[in-house]
T-cell receptor, first 116, second 117 residues
Framework: AQTVTQSQPEMSVQEAETVTLSCTYD???????LFWYKQPPSRQMILVIR????KQQNATENRFSVNFQKAAKSFSLKISDSQLGDAAMYFC?????????????WGAGTKLIIKP | GAGVSQSPSNKVTEKGKDVELRCDPI?????LYWYRQSLGQGLEFLIY????????KSGLPSDRFSAERTGGSVSTLTIQRTQQEDSAVYLC???????????????FGPGTRLTVL
């Protein structure tokens, strides 16, 4: 079974600086999808970025980018120019290409604190 | 357009009572998912609906949990004889498709916080 591990329960960063959140996963599959979701206090999960495992190029979305290391099974999220609105829980998630129910498998989350 | 909506936002109940949680997916989305988020943890898959196919109930933790989806749209998650360990946030998500690619991205509702006293 696949697992996702986020080893940082909490991270803090000064506003306007850069922070990297770590995620590792375990799988025997070669094709899969990886996601970073953000959960602010409103509880609603918001997709931040998505990566297909067959793509070697790292996904980027404005100030958010990932460092996808397939061999190392690592998928870290870099947030540049941190803003107060980035404060939230961040979850890393894995989705198998082969699972018939398309469920997302989640890490335990990292709480990101932005210091003004 | 409107996102995924869930009701109620919060629900407090007494141990042993039944509760119903509702999810309205994004219009046109064929797939619907229920997840449970316990305090300080990631999400746990509960059940998956795709179109008119039989749901995948493999994540339901016990036979006290059931869900239905009427007319391929609104879904209700029912928990019978609630226990204190059922206290959690219940999140619903929907996706346009499940075929791979951006169309299968799951969009989430704000969740229902269930507290069992």
């Amino acid at each position: 079974a696949q697992t996702v591990t986020q080893s940082q329960p909490e991270m803090s960063v000064q506003e306007a600086e850069t922070v990297t959140l770590s995620c590792t996963y375990d799988t025997s599959e070669s094709d899969y999808y990886l996601f970073w979701y953000k959960q602010p206090p409103s509880r609603q999960m918001i997709l931040v970025i998505r990566q297909e495992a067959y793509k070697q190029q790292n996904a980027t979305e404005n100030r958010f980018s990932v460092n996808f290391q397939k061999a190392a099974k690592s998928f870290s999220l870099k947030i540049s120019d941190s803003q107060l609105g980035d404060a939230a829980m961040y979850f890393c998630a894995y989705r198998s290409v082969w699972d018939s129910n398309y469920q997302l498998i989640w890490g335990a989350g990292t709480k990101l604190i932005i210091k003004p | 357009g409107a996102g995924v909506s869930q009701s109620p936002s919060n629900k407090v109940t007494e141990k042993g009572k039944d509760v119903e949680l509702r999810c309205d997916p994004i219009s046109g989305h064929t797939a619907l998912y229920w997840y449970r988020q316990s305090l300080g943890q990631g999400l746990e898959f509960l059940i998956y609906f795709q179109g008119n196919s039989a749901p995948d109930k493999s994540g339901l933790p016990s036979d006290r949990f059931s869900a239905e989806r009427t007319g391929g749209s609104v879904s209700t998650l029912t928990i019978q004889r609630t226990q204190q360990e059922d206290s959690a946030v219940y999140l619903c998500a929907s996706s346009l498709a499940v075929s791979g690619g951006p169309a299968d991205t799951q969009y989430f509702g704000p969740g229902t916080r269930l507290t069992v006293l």
